[in-house]
């Protein structure tokens, strides 16, 4: 038994007042459909927009001529022989009621015969799309109070939409806008570490070259018997290298900083790298595996930086297995999509992963979780730095958590350079 | 017969520091000249078989010395080392084709180049 028109304009009230709480476009066009079907008395309810080509509609949500709730439903040429449509845009009324004629499913096909109402949504300026209603599943008759119904509902539809609308473009042109703050920040970042880097080299580099010279000095002038001595002036040695490692860290930033491209098999670049860290590797007890393509195609590159790159990427994950592990190094080469190769490497180690909450921080200079043990911070912002000199690209995450890292690094074939 | 090697570096502590540690090996002689405007002046006097040169320098830098080196019919073919605080050790060859050590350095690195340049 249908529901009063009093009671159905109360109860559309209500909807209304719901409808306005949604969140986000979609869950309000989820929302009319469900409470159109579900309060309103409709069987099926569909959302039909305008695309961008006027000649087409565009389903949103809608109900399946099973009754099932179904999201993006189809697609729709607006055709001229539509007679409901049409009706609607030579008339200009808001809705129009049609008896006896075949209902269609998402995709077009005909799934039955009986009244259809169709109301256009308004958005304050054009109609938007269209709301479709019938009584397929009960055949439950449709009539003018239905319509009615429908057209307030369409109306009411309308004016949310557009201010859902607004209020996502507003809060997507917020969050870009964000984005490019964040970009210009992370720039003058680099800006002033480059700078401050080809300054502070050189007022930092001849000290500690001065104290080099010392230090062999006096280790020529003292007695080989004398172990405390050369103890004392191998420490001293040592803290002007760790001084100099951090001075170049920040060099590579600085645009005196220049590379030089040649072919390289990225195999044997990464056999190199293994060499510079195979005393961390031993000392760790770390077992390293080699699924490697074996006609890798050549990459140009600048070998010493890419060779660091991977020194880097190897020494974080032989630190996040300080008793020993897997150091798991592929590569393997895709068809790029516009001709040449993609080459990649990839580095996955069996430590405990990285924690969530400082993901996405872990490329930023400076950052650092091993500040005590000497780490300067620069180890992932350079790694990020030199792939973006080779228009490469370097991502980091998780396999799963507690069970290791995986760095992913991809080159392109075809730059010339 | 030692080798003769010429450092120009406005930098007095370093310069004499490498002095003495190439000296100690009684491989080399040493000169050193810490105002790079002096530099061609005191090479023609001295007659190096290799050139230091620094590049950051106050009045003339190392580029302004090299200019003057190779326009010398007298100095024009000793060979040239950028010896300096700006680059990376692991670019060498990058400024104008001349090899570019970095700061700080080993004497036994130093002597490698030496023995690399010196014909």
Known sequence: MKDSFEKRLRTLHEVGNRLSRAESVEELCRSIVELGTSELGFDRLSIWFVDKNPKYLIGSFGVDEKGRLRKEIGERVLRDDDPA????????????????????????????RGAHIIATIWDGQKVVGYLSADNLLSKDPIGEHDREILELFASTF???????????????????????QHQLIQSAKMEVVGSLASGAAHEVKNPLAVMLQGIEYIAGKTEASDRGAHTTLERM????????????????????SKLSYTPQNLNSIIEKALRLVSYDIDRSKINTVREFQKDLPDVRI????????????????????????????????????????????????????????????IFNPFFTTRRAAGGTGLGLAIVRNIMDMHDGKVEIANKKVGHGVKAVLAFPTNKRR | MRKKILIVDDEKDFTELIKLNLEQTHLYDVMTENFPQRAISTAKKFKPDLIFLDIMMPKVDGGGVLFNLKNDPQLKNVPVVFLTAIVNEDETDTISGYQTVSKPITIDQLMDVIKKNIK
């Open chain 1, 302 to 361: 600048d070998d010493n930086k890419i060779e660091q790159v991977l020194v880097n990427l190897f020494l974080n994950s032989i630190y996040q297995m300080p008793d020993g592990g897997k150091l798991i190094i592929r590569t393997y080469s895709k068809k790029a999509p516009r001709g040449g190769f993609k080459v990649f490497i990839e580095i996955e180690d069996t430590g405990p992963g990285i924690p969530e909450e400082i993901m996405d921080k």
């Open chain 1, 237 to 256: 040695r040592r803290a002007v290298e760790k001084a100099d490692s951090i001075i170049r860290g920040l060099l590579d930033f600085s645009a005196v």
């Open chain 1, 158 to 180: 309308g004016h949310l939409y557009s201010l859902k609308k607004a209020e996502e473009e507003v809060r997507s042109a917020y969050s870009r806008l964000k984005d490019v």
């Open chain 1, 85 to 112: 449509v049409r009706h609607i845009h030579t008339d200009r009324s808001h809705s129009v009621l049609e008896a006896g004629v075949p209902l269609r499913n998402g995709s077009g096909k005909v799934v039955g």
